[in-house]
């Protein structure tokens, strides 16, 4: 079962590469999409047995794949987010386009792998699997600065990498059997000064590709020069396996460690926060601000998360959903209106909701759930999050919250720029975005709102994990 | 309980029915159909809510649950409705006055083309459902909803003609200064889920509860309960937005921006009264805010030209009234006063733009004038408005307004004085706007002159029914010192725990009342006989153009703090992250090349200078040899922390 | 035993070929049939069924592992021959000569790989180098590889006096050229007789670390590695220093302790000022084949990592290491000889226009670089483990990972010129033949990305 | 001071004297000159160690053959003695310096080895040097080694075919 | 005869040819001083022989200890013949090419 997870996205990007043809390259991508969403459901809904058998006999390395609710959140983001994305940019013409949707469904394995890995080393493994493909397709297929950018990004989060590598080389030396499970791992005899240096090993990568401050300036200069297929990729899921690493590696192996720091760890999100805010205010790019505020969310997921209080990290499991969602339906409409008008800028853009109503209101529908109005799906994250770190700090609470107030500003900004005033000369050229996108959306924004009133399903999920992090 | 479980979701999704239907279908039906759905859902709507009240009356309070919202191993928020005394009394107002002006509406926009026209109802079908969100919830949390869902619909509402920049601004200002107060609110909530573990009003506004929280807790929640409210109610120094709000349709100003959401802030505390009744320090917050808001207010709506601005300078004064209300601990007179204030000020409200249909969008009322005669019913039940506002018995706004003062005068004379100033103030400046509006003879053009009529039936009607309400309204809290009984008070007793119940003597309540009224009634004489032949110019004294100037806050609050702010924003993305942070990863990256270039020099291309650096690194190498110990000691101390 | 007289045998076999036969085609046969024999033969010896068997009076020892290094060697040449039998006949009319000279370095890396006394260490280092000053000569016109090879050589053989002077030293103190005597008597004597002994170590150390090119004894890399005819580059920089390698960790493993504790501190400062001149002067190179000659000092630093300590980490990461290294390196040379340039714009656009060259490139260079998924990954990886097995500060492997990081830099120089940059690549024609030639490589590389366990299970059985 | 010692003192100052007139010879046939004399007295120091059979060859191989060899690659040159190039002063002056801690390291090292204070040379006496045990032992146990150093000269032979094929 | 005064000679050889590799230009001088280097080595190797032969010959008189130096000396001396073929062989290659044996002139490959 799970090893299909990875099959399936593998198969279908190496069926592609001998398609020419550009739409029956695109409708195979999404079948192939569609396949995995089907079984993402499927896994989510029952118990799964985990995938085990030998690898790499002479390092005590084994190829395991299993699930647990924060797993299975995070392949059904992955499963969702792809069809959505490849319907969405269905008609988005590439040069050579079925090598560009092949390389996007390697980087879905990769991201599927990292998700499902009970293993350190093949947990690395498919974490640079999925980075990989992601320098390629933003190299070939960026903007004009793309090759410096992506190259900077690649090496950046590539070094963050190897920092987990000698972590992972740490740890695996601590373990009795020398293995890389996480199982025997979890039974490493640590003293707190060895957490320690594990930990700070294993957060750096994590660090870099969440990113949190201050070692985010690669993440806008890539969002921007990407492929926006990429960029909701890169910003919706990839994101997430820094978070992912830190619930799962961080937070169960290291406890002391992971005490040690949880203040300076918040502070410094904290201040990344509301920093990306007050950066996100003065963007007049589109694909800009929302990589500014998407460190901002970030941030907090990662402060909940390092608080270390069990509301907050409800909270942030349930995020790490919602904020995909939510960040698929901004950019989805960034890039219609980008394909379509060919800017970026939105000073040149205004009057998006009288020329195009539908495509306004989804993009206000998206905004709103950006700022975690009340029943989106955000909101319910965010409020948990922020209980939490209330819980932690009351003053930090407070700080953070202000981000409340500036994401506000900066996505009220966003909306007021795009959709209001008279329409401008750049909008005016639109026509109605195809109906794939339209349908996509329309299906995210259900998604936001369902979620968002009514959780509980979401929460179900993820009690497992809460559970096994609060034991520990 | 199925029963009330029914009604009370019908109460609330009447008006999420009609928000789905016209907000879907807005292309496809017509603008009749539009109209007829949306104000009969709201109609619908407040059917229920009278049954609802009813069986309250019958049967006491009601708590439904529907699902869980939240429900986790550490924190669990129902989704859980609550129909008392106070929230029957809310929903009766904002279904009421909401059908009124859904019904005023459908004439108001007529001229908009039908999908706006269908867009402007559903904003304002949500807006009735956040409203009713807002009150029914049953924990602070829907309450919440309600409360962020209103600001909402009030920023859509106020950017309702997009196009229009300016409007748009005002929409970002109002949504950005609630969000404001609402992170006071949300910090406030938190307080309370981390102290107590719950939200419910029923666990939360215990003596159990009360018994948990420290008085710095107490303090802290209601202060930053406070300053939510603050930011909804347009209070000090959150109030700028309210009337820049006036952008939006002038219904909607009437529904929302004086009526009903702005009011939200009083229902919050007044549901909260227990809280705040244990906090000394947060009431004298309250009350002082609230009077100063109230007189500032005042003083700028003397000055205002624009008929709809000095209205919501009226309302942002109102608004201060009612926290001075609370302030002073007369929840039930707080409550009394929006009652009647959502009367009178819708009424204002529609009678204003009822004159402004009339004028054909012109709001200078420099430019009106001598309207009583072509303008019969708008005239009317504008007066009945001005005079119910400036308390002049036995119009409602007297009753109210009176019961807020006599508390204030109970808790300290200076509050005291200064409402019965801001209450002559009321006066002048009503009759001012009255005087200027529909006396004298009329200034506008010919064009707008030849085009003067009354306004159809659906948007008198409601005019009338709200000036029968205004002109009767205080019925409902008649003291005991004029013969009543006060209902109201009886009503909220349930909910409110009145503290200090008719302290004051008999007499001390008629002089109170007597000189309040006697210097509204010198006040308004004055504006009237000022302002029936002339207009105000420009102002030329200092004060007057301070307070034409709005006392300068808004540019105060731009070079204070937005500009700063922007400018921070500024720093930091072009310095910070640019120069700073980029360039210490650039940084690095160049560092590499540049040692890059150096130490490829070393490869000189001579053998001999290859050799040399050989034997070199030979010595070297025995030298490190020799040295061991002292190198290995210096690294030691260089890895250990 | 085997291999070394097979070799040689094979060699005087070449070399009258180049008298019989005149077809370059032919000699290339005869060259890789000889070379197929020769694997044949150690396997045969590694298997136990033919071995000849002579009395070495101590010279030679055949172990196991160092019989597995020589199969892989002989794979490895074997590859490399097939792949570049047309380019070398372009040096010379007869390349039956080159064969000959290759198959004798063959026969001394057989020796480095099994010698058990310094005077076949001598013996096997000299048999491999003099061929090689010959090979970086060979383009006789061109003045480049004239330089080369005399900067090599004068350079080569001054290191030859040092290491003989080691060895000297090493024989004063020990009265025994045998590997295993050295260590014997200093565990018994005072620290003070070990003085001699020391010395001897460190100068052999010094004149080993020459002939794989660690800093600051790496002068002669680029410039031999740029001026030989980038086929024997290819050769040079992966058997020849893989051998080299082994020779290495045979005579240290054994004789380390007599060094002391500052022998970790002396490696430890050759690692570092390898890694560092390695990697960062390839950053600033505009040739690609001196980036790839520093980067094949960056790449010695790594493996240096294996004289650390002795593990099974550092054993099997040293057989993969030079295999994966060994076959990047013939593959993005393969490639790089096909260009007309050697310079980064040379490269542009090659994407476009030959797909297939453009990804074995890509792999190639991702091994080097160290990506998962190739080959490299793990050669890194169990470098880094055998460093921090044996007892390594962390600060050390961090320092390698960020050097790996830097060689990212300019390994991917390439991949963007091949990919993103726009151009037209200045490449002669590639045969259809060649190129899958190439996509075997590379998905060797591959596989051992995946399984680099396939390599070691006969190391033990 | 026997005789032999005086023998000894006085080869080695002819030797280190030779060894520096090799390297400050401007001209190049000098220094070849000079250094078959340092070879001759290698070889004398090897007859005084009694190892007849490494003098001669010393003498044939290096003095003889090497050094010719390079004397006909000088004289095939015509490198004249006032075209010779010198290093800068300053080049000198630091590599004479390399050289000098490079000696004083070493000879730093040898005085603190205590090993060697009480071994000395045997002089004149012993039989290893002659030709016959070394014979038989280059045919006993270094025959591996013997026979395998003809690959070199093999090699080098094809070499120095390879190299010098026009 | 004290083995250190062989060490401190051949050190001191060694050491000349060390110092002639670094300052001499002339290819084939510099070759030389390698030679001379080599030289060095092959005295002390026989000084070392005869130690030991010194220390085993009082234990019994018809040892053959040491001798394995002077085989290793013989080895030397013929490497160091097959070296000095090709050496020359390539020097005068170059000097076909460039009509220079100064090895300051080869600076074509460099940084």
Known sequence: MLISFLLLPILTAILLLFIKDKKTATTTAIVGAMATLLLAVVATTTKVEAFDIAWLPSLHSRFVLQVDGLAKILILLTAISFPAILIATAKNEYKQQNKFLSLLLFTQAGLMGVFLAGDALLFYFFWELALIPVYFLCSIWGGDKRIAITFKFFIYTFLGSLFMLVGILYLNAHTADHSFSIQSFLHANLTGHQQVTAFALFFIAFAIKMPIFPLHTWQPDVYEQSPTAVTMVMSAVMVKMGLYGILRWLLPLFPIAFMAHTNVVVILSVFGILYASFIAIRQDDIKRLIAYSSIAHIGLMNAAIFSNTSIAIQGALLQLFSHGINVIGLWIVADVIEQQTGTRSMQQMGGLAKKQPILAILLVGFAFANIALPLTNAFVGEFLMFTGLFQFNPWIAAFAGVSVILAAIYTLNMVQKVAYGEISEKINTMHAPNKGAQAVLIILLIIVFVTGVYPQPLFTLTADTLQQLLVK | MTFMKIVIALIILWPLAGFLFNGLGRNYWSKKVIAYKATGYIVCSFIASIFAFIQIQNHGAVSVHYFDFINTATVKIPFDFKVDALSSLFLLVITGVGSLIHLYSTAYMKEETAPHYARYFAYLNLFIFSMLLLVLGDNYVIMFIGWEGVGLCSYLLIGYWFTNGAYNYAAKKAFIMNRIGDLGFLLAIFWLIVKLGTVNYSEVLTAESLAKLSSADITGITLLLFVGAMGKSAQIPLFTWLPDAMAGPTPVSALIHAATMVTAGIYMITRSNILFSHSEITQNVIAIIGISTALLAATIAIKQNDIKKVLAYSTVSQLGYMFLGLGVGAYSGAVFHVITHAFFKALLFLGAGSVIHAMHHEQDIRKMGGLKSRLPITHITFLIGCIAIAGVPPFSGFFSKDEILAAAFEKNKIYWVLGLVGAAMTAFYMFRLYATTFLGKFRGTNDQESHLHESPMAMTLPLIILAILSAIGGVIGIPHSLGGHHWLTGQLSSIVAEPKEAMLSVSTEWILMLVSVAIAVIALLIALARYSKHTDEEPTTTLGKFFYHKWYIDELYQKAIVAPLDQFALFLKEFIEKKVIDGAVNGTGKLVQFSARKVRLIQNGQVGYYILFMVFGIVTLFLIWFNDYSILQFINKLTQK | ?461 | MNALEILFYALSAFTIVSAIMVLISKNPIHSVLWLILVFFAISGHYILLNAQFLAIVNIIVYAGAIMVLFLFVIMLMNVKKDKEPQKQLLVKLIGVIAGGSFLTLLIALVKQNTSFDRSSVLLKEGTIGLIHPLGKALFTDFVVPFEISSVLFLSAMVGAVIIGKK | ?111
């Open chain 3, 1 to 461: 035993m085997n291999a070394i007289i097979v070799s040689a045998l094979l060699g005087v076999i070449m070399m009258f070929c180049s008298w019989g036969i005149k077809s370059q085609k032919t000699q290339q046969s005869i060259a890789l049939i000889g070379m197929f024999l020769l694997l044949l033969c150690n396997l045969a010896q590694l298997s136990g069924w033919f071995v000849i068997n002579y009395d070495t009076k101590g010279m030679l020892a055949f172990t196991r592992f160092g019989l597995y290094v020589n199969t892989l060697f002989f794979a490895i040449t074997f590859i490399y021959i097939w792949l570049n039998g047309e380019e070398i006949a372009k040096f010379a009319n007869q390349a039956a000569d080159f064969y000959a000279l290759f198959f004798f370095i063959l026969c001394g890396a057989s020796i480095l790989t099994s010698f058990d006394n310094l005077l076949m260490l001598f013996i096997g280092i000299e048999i491999l180098s003099i061929p090689l000053y010959i090979l970086t000569g060979s383009d006789k016109k061109n003045l480049f590889s004239n330089e080369a090879s005399l900067k090599y050589f004068l350079m080569g053989s001054f290191s030859t006096g040092i290491l003989l002077l080691g060895i000297t030293f090493i024989y004063g103190a020990t009265g025994s050229f045998h590997l295993a005597a050295p260590i014997i008597k200093p565990s018994t004597g005072l620290p003070q007789e070990q003085m001699i002994l020391s010395a001897g170590l460190l100068l052999v150390f010094a004149a080993m670390n020459f002939k794989v090119s660690a800093a600051p004894f790496h002068f002669w890399t680029p410039d031999v590695y740029d001026g030989a005819p980038t086929v024997f580059t290819s050769f040079m920089a992966t058997i020849v220093k893989a051998a080299g390698f082994i020779a290495f960790i045979t005579i240290f493993n054994s004789q380390a302790k007599a060094l002391g504790h500052s022998w970790e501190l002396i490696l430890t400062f050759v690692i570092i000022a390898t890694l560092l001149v390695g990697n960062i002067v390839a950053v600033f190179q505009r040739s690609v084949k001196r980036m790839l000659a520093y980067s094949s000092i960056a790449q010695a630093g790594f493996m240096l990592f294996a004289l650390y300590g002795k593990s099974t980490y550092a054993n099997e990461g040293i057989i993969l290491y030079a295999v994966v290294y060994s076959l990047a390196t013939i593959g993005v040379f393969g490639v790089l000889i096909k260009m007309k340039e050697n310079s980064f714009e040379a490269f542009n656009g090659l994407a476009k226009t030959h797909p297939l060259v453009a990804f074995v490139t890509t792999i190639f260079l991702f091994s080097l670089a160290g990506i998962p998924l190739t080959g490299g990954f793990f050669a890194k990886y169990y470098m880094l483990n055998a460093l921090y097995a044996a007892g390594a500060g962390l600060w050390l492997i961090i320092l390698a990972i960020l050097f790996a990081a830097v060689s990212v830099f300019y390994y991917f120089k390439l991949v963007q010129a091949m990919y993103f940059a726009a151009g037209e690549p200045t490449i002669n024609e590639v045969p259809k033949k060649y190129q899958y030639a190439l996509l075997a490589i590379a998905l060797l590389l591959l596989i051992l990305g995946v399984f680099p366990t396939v390599l070691f299970n006969y190391l033990y059985f």
């Open chain 5, 1 to 111: 005869m004290p083995i250190q005064n062989y060490i401190y000679l051949c050190l001191t050889l060694f050491s000349i040819g060390v110092m002639g590799v670094l300052t001499r230009r002339n290819a084939i001088i510099v070759f030389m001083c390698v030679e001379l280097m080599l030289n060095a080595v092959n005295l002390l190797l026989v000084a070392f022989s005869k130690m030991n032969y010194g220390a085993a010959y009082i234990m019994s008189p018809s040892t053959t200890a040491g001798i394995d130096a002077q085989v290793f000396v013989f080895f030397i001396m013929v490497v160091a013949a097959a070296e000095v073929s090709i050496g020359l062989a390539i020097i005068v290659m170059m000097y076909r090419n460039t009509h220079s044996i100064d090895i300051n002139f080869l600076n074509r490959l460099k940084n």
